[in-house]
């Protein structure tokens, strides 16, 4: 079976405490109970989450929808990026399986960055790293107005925003998310495609400006 594997990279800075990372921990409980509906999603789609503050963490390795457990999530620290796309790189080499002329490996996986500020260490080497694994899109969110669109921007093309990083727009941001992993586990399994970009996904909502 090739997976569909996908990475929530979230900020679990100082900034996130209270409503944020509530919003943060409830969004990936709403996320994992819609995707178990789906069928294409739960024959292909594994999830991780790597948390990031003053380092980065997986907190879940690439884990099946059914068996998929959340934790508790903490915000303290201050925004380690860098080291989250470092460790992220590292995973996508250990955790999915490559093609080889025996066999087809995984699907290129779905990257999703969400942060509420800017990076406090050299995120420009954790990039030089990411930039050299392949995925199927990657999307970062800023989160409220403290987050730099300018760095987002040179991680990936795919960049959206909310203006506010509350319950209801994050909750939003991960309904989204959803229906972008639902859409890209039905296009693998029935066409054999993968989706490249936004153009591609479903609208985001009124929430989520998507950054040009």
């Known amino acids: 079976m090739r997976r569909l594997p996908v990475y929530l990279l979230l900020d679990t ?6 409503e944020p990372i509530e919003a943060v921990k409830n969004g990936v409980q709403v996320m994992i109970s819609s995707l178990r509906q789906n069928p294409q999603a739960i024959e292909t789609a594994f999830i991780s989450v ?3 503050d003053t380092t980065a963490q997986q907190v879940i390795p690439l884990t099946d929808l059914a068996s998929f457990q959340m934790v ?26 490559k093609t080889t002329t025996e066999q087809k490996g995984d699907w290129k996986p779905l990257v999703f960055i969400m942060t509420d500020g800017i990076p406090t260490d050299n ?8 930039k050299q694994r392949k995925t199927a899109f990657t999307v970062a969110c800023a989160a409220g107005s403290g987050a730099d669109t300018n760095i987002l921007k040179q991680i990936t093309e795919n960049v959206v925003s909310l203006d506010t990083a509350d319950s209801a727009s ?6 989204w998310v959803t229906a972008s992993i639902g859409v890209s586990s039905t296009r693998v399994e029935d066409s054999g495609k993968e989706v490249t970009g936004l153009n591609e996904l479903p609208p985001p909502p009124d929430e989520l400006n998507i950054v040009v």
């Open 123 to 130: 995120w420009q080497a954790g990039l030089n790293e990411f």
């Open 13 to 18: 800075s100082g900034s996130m405490s209270g």
């Open 170 to 175: 994050i909750s939003k941001f991960f309904l």
């Open 72 to 97: 508790d999530l903490k915000a303290t620290g201050v925004t380690a990026l860098g080291d989250a796309l470092k460790l992220v790189s590292n995973k996508i080499d250990n955790e999915v399986a």
């Open 50 to 52: 790597i948390t990031f």
